[in-house]
């Protein structure tokens, strides 16, 4: 069974880098064909797919966050990290954490945490 949770700051000041951990229970984070993605949830969008890091360490991310965002690693922690990068109050969402059996896949899910972005 794995379970799925995200920590970070609830609060992010304008123009600064966002950055939420998950930690997960279970499986490794580096078992063949697990992909863990980060997912957030808006009232105006609904739920948007940030990015992905896979098994083999390998990235992806949506074209529409690509150049502020980086996801990575820590296998020895099997965790893995979201960074979104000069914020404003339109990222203010609830960010999820997921595993998939594949690229695009969303098997299960953390709880979310809120982040709001605001001076």
């Known amino acids: 069974q794995v379970q799925l949770q995200e920590s970070g700051p609830g609060l992010v000041k304008p123009s600064q880098t966002l950055s939420l951990t998950c930690t997960v229970t279970g499986p490794s984070i580096t078992t063949d064909y697990f992909y863990w993605s980060w997912i957030r949830q808006t009232p105006g969008k609904g739920l948007e797919w940030m990015g992905a890091?896979?098994?083999?360490?390998?990235?992806d991310y949506n074209p529409t966050f690509e150049s502020r965002t980086s996801i990575s690693r820590d296998t020895s922690k099997n965790q893995f990290t979201l960074q979104l990068s000069s914020v404003t109050p339109e990222d203010s969402a609830v960010y999820y954490c997921?595993?998939?059996?594949?690229?695009?896949?969303?098997?299960?899910w953390g709880q979310g945490t809120q982040v709001t972005v605001s001076s």
């Open positions: 890091i896979a098994y083999s360490g390998n990235t």
């Open positions: 997921n595993r998939g059996s594949g690229w695009y896949m969303f098997d299960y």
